[in-house]
Every structure is written in structure tokens, then in C-alpha cells.
Nanobody, 126 residues
Framework: QVHLVESGGGVVQAGGSLRLSCAAS????????MGWFRQALGKEREFVAA????????RYADSVKGRFTISRDNAKNTVYLQMNSLKPEDTAVYYC???????????????????WGQGTQVTVSS
């Protein structure tokens, strides 16, 4: 079982930056892929970014490429999402997710992830 807790959300003006963190419990963090997803009000949850267990491979949604960076610190059991050049359309609840299998890929589909955090709100004002 993996317990995930996101933090770092808030209100920021367009063009600003935020860094989200996701702290994971358990001793298997360093062996699992991690992902970030988001859900805007009235919309379906969508993929944002993912990273493999080693951190060597990442994947991004087209809408955030060049603006967001996913990274991880396995010594701290934490995955990060650095968000720069934020836009009002980035406003959403952001969720981190963990794969339940070991040594997987940087998945972009929700059904590849087994554990989810409670989410953190990001609001970008224009």
C-alpha cells in the first residue's frame, strides 16, 4: 500500500510559477513510476506528466511541454512538478499517482496507476 500526499498548490498570477510536491509512504517508492494528473472543474481528469522509477525517462502532455518539469528524489520519497509560465487554463486540482508494479514506464494513462493522492488546488488568475 502506498499513501500519497500532495502539497504546494495555491493561487498564482498568469506567468507565475509553482512547485508541487507529492510525498509517498512505503519502502517501494524508488521502484515505481509516478505521474501527475489534473482535473479542471466540469472536465475529466487528464494526464500531465510522468516519470520512471529511476528518473531517467519522462513524459509530458503536449499542453505543458516546455513549461512543466517532473522530477523525483528517491531518498526523500518525493516527486515534484515544477510549473512555470502558468496559464489560466492550468487551473485544476492536481493529483499525483503511483504505479503498483515495479520498474514500469512513464505511463500516460490513468488506468496504469494504482494509488492516488487527495489532490491539491492550483488556481491561475489572469
Amino acid at each position: 500500500q502506498v499513501h500519497l500526499v500532495e502539497s504546494g498548490g495555491g493561487v498564482v498570477q498568469a506567468g507565475g510559477s509553482l512547485r508541487l510536491s507529492c510525498a509517498a509512504s512505503g519502502r517501494t517508492f524508488s521502484m515505481v513510476s509516478m505521474g501527475w494528473f489534473r482535473q479542471a472543474l466540469g472536465k475529466e481528469r487528464e494526464f500531465v506528466a510522468a516519470i520512471t522509477w529511476s528518473g531517467r525517462s519522462t513524459r509530458y502532455a503536449d499542453s505543458v511541454k516546455g513549461r512543466f518539469t517532473i522530477s523525483r528524489d528517491n531518498a526523500k520519497n518525493t516527486v515534484y512538478l515544477q510549473m512555470n509560465s502558468l496559464k489560466p487554463e492550468d487551473t485544476a486540482v492536481y493529483y499525483c499517482a503511483a504505479d503498483g508494479s515495479f520498474y514500469g514506464s512513464a505511463y500516460g494513462r490513468e488506468d496504469e496507476y494504482d494509488y492516488w493522492g487527495q489532490g491539491t488546488q492550483v488556481t491561475v488568475s489572469s
